[in-house]
């Protein structure tokens, strides 16, 4: 049996743009939070520091080519970048601009399209001016113009393929209701281009199945923790499930937070069936905790998550991969600093994620 490529999920929002500036303040960048963060509880890991304090500006080309070559060493196949295109209007995307100069690049990589609007409700806020930018997906006009766009990725060799077709990511395909005849522009298009047989999109699968699963693609990819979060099983066990495996809920005036051990939620991902031979694939999590974005806001703080620990668990998740026959494994994320899903490496486990994915891959 093969082996997946393990893809960890990639976000750009480290460096400098004017609409960030306008609406968080002047030099906000996903650091801005992530610094300000403080402890909640006794033994609350915040706030997360980079290794020896590096904290990146991703408009130095530089660092995302140095980051290429590290995820390389550690056995990562690919990253999966966020796209953001809003009818024809661009977001963070001079990092991966600036990887098209280069002739070559020392790791494969796809993008996974975030059709979301950008709201205040990010950070916590539900006031009624919280769209900040809008998502309008348009006609076949605007299909192709954006499809015109991502060829220019999907024709370097570096990018991902199945059987010579780009792998393309939607983040949230739900909510495209024009998604039949997006995707058959789209491929036209593709086809016009070479790729015989169109493209191959895979679906972020982030809510319960009868929710979620869209009738258009050609695979999905389970969005880790959220889809164990909020899967059937937990919702209907809710109560019971808080209670007596994901730990003691954290007092404080608001009684927002509820603290939940990663092994206990880790049980509960690996206990869904894992589908043999279709394109379903497996997600993994290296922890979750979005108090640096979120304050005091609602949220889940997923603790516990050592190296030690999720090594073991991303064994298990890796050997159902391979025993599912998966293409992809999808990691929830290299640099999600700000949700506290994150295998780069930090002042207190250092590189121990990482090189614990590199341990169990290395010994299949």
């Given at each position: 049996?093969?082996?997946?490529?393990?893809?960890?999920?990639?976000?750009?929002?480290?460096?400098?743009?004017?609409?960030?500036?306008?609406?968080?303040?002047?030099?906000?960048?996903?650091?801005?939070?992530?610094?300000?963060?403080?402890?909640?509880?006794?033994?609350?890991?915040?706030?997360?520091?980079?290794?020896?304090?590096?904290?990146?500006?991703?408009?130095?080309?530089?660092?995302?080519?140095?980051?290429?070559?590290?995820?390389?060493?550690?056995?990562?196949?690919?990253?999966?970048?966020?796209?953001?295109?809003?009818?024809?209007?661009?977001?963070?995307?001079?990092?991966?601009?600036?990887?098209?100069?280069?002739?070559?690049?020392?790791?494969?990589?796809?993008?996974?399209?975030?059709?979301?609007?950008?709201?205040?409700?990010?950070?916590?806020?539900?006031?009624?001016?919280?769209?900040?930018?809008?998502?309008?997906?348009?006609?076949?006009?605007?299909?192709?113009?954006?499809?015109?766009?991502?060829?220019?990725?999907?024709?370097?060799?570096?990018?991902?393929?199945?059987?010579?077709?780009?792998?393309?990511?939607?983040?949230?395909?739900?909510?495209?209701?024009?998604?039949?005849?997006?995707?058959?522009?789209?491929?036209?298009?593709?086809?016009?281009?070479g790729f015989s047989d169109g493209l191959f999109i895979v679906n972020t699968h982030r809510l319960p199945v009868e929710r979620e699963i869209p009738s258009y693609g050609d695979a999905l990819f389970d969005f880790e923790p959220?889809?164990?979060?909020?899967?059937?099983?937990?919702?209907?066990?809710?109560?019971?499930?808080?209670?007596?495996?994901?730990?003691?809920?954290?007092?404080?005036?608001?009684?927002v937070y509820h603290v939940v051990d990663y092994g206990k939620l880790c049980e509960l991902m690996i206990s869904r069936e894992a589908i043999k031979k279709a394109h379903h694939y497996l997600g993994f999590f290296t922890g979750?905790?979005?108090?640096?974005?979120?304050?005091?806001?609602?949220?889940?703080?997923?603790?516990?998550?050592?190296?030690?620990?999720?090594?073991?668990?991303?064994?298990?998740?890796?050997?159902?991969?391979?025993?599912?026959?998966?293409?992809?494994?999808?990691?929830?994320?290299?640099?999600?600093?700000?949700?506290?899903?994150?295998?780069?490496?930090?002042?207190?486990?250092?590189?121990?994620?990482?090189?614990?994915?590199?341990?169990?891959?290395?010994?299949?």
């Amino acid at each position: 049996m093969s082996k997946p490529k393990v893809i960890a999920i990639y976000l750009p929002q480290f460096h400098q743009i004017k609409e960030n500036d306008m609406w968080w303040g002047e030099g906000f960048t996903e650091w801005t939070n992530v610094k300000k963060a403080q402890p909640l509880y006794e033994g609350h890991n915040q706030p997360r520091v980079p290794y020896m304090e590096n904290y990146y500006d991703l408009s130095n080309r530089n660092v995302l080519i140095d980051q290429m070559l590290l995820a390389n060493e550690y056995m990562i196949d690919g990253f999966c970048f966020y796209h953001y295109w809003f009818k024809g209007r661009k977001l963070l995307e001079k990092p991966l601009e600036a990887l098209l100069e280069n002739k070559s690049l020392p790791l494969k990589f796809m993008l996974s399209w975030a059709n979301e609007p950008w709201t205040r409700t990010w950070d916590g806020d539900n006031g009624a001016k919280s769209v900040l930018m809008p998502q309008d997906y348009g006609d076949k006009r605007d299909w192709i113009e954006h499809y015109k766009y991502l060829s220019q990725f999907f024709m370097r060799n570096e990018y991902i393929k199945i059987d010579g077709r780009p792998v393309m990511v939607l983040y949230n395909p739900g909510e495209i209701q024009c998604r039949r005849e997006m995707l058959s522009a789209w491929n036209e298009e593709a086809k016009k281009d070479g790729f015989s047989d169109g493209l191959f999109i895979v679906n972020t699968h982030r809510l319960p199945v009868e929710r979620e699963i869209p009738s258009y693609g050609d695979a999905l990819f389970d969005f880790e923790p959220l889809i164990t979060v909020s899967d059937r099983f937990t919702y209907t066990k809710k109560k019971s499930v808080i209670k007596d495996h994901f730990g003691n809920r954290l007092d404080n005036k608001q009684e927002v937070y509820h603290v939940v051990d990663y092994g206990k939620l880790c049980e509960l991902m690996i206990s869904r069936e894992a589908i043999k031979k279709a394109h379903h694939y497996l997600g993994f999590f290296t922890g979750w905790d979005n108090t640096p974005r979120r304050g005091l806001k609602p949220q889940l703080v997923i603790d516990g998550n050592t190296p030690n620990v999720v090594t073991h668990y991303f064994d298990i998740q890796y050997r159902r991969s391979i025993e599912a026959e998966n293409e992809f494994l999808f990691i929830n994320a290299w640099n999600e600093w700000g949700e506290g899903a994150v295998l780069e490496a930090d002042d207190k486990f250092e590189y121990g994620y990482i090189e614990g994915i590199k341990k169990v891959i290395k010994n299949y």
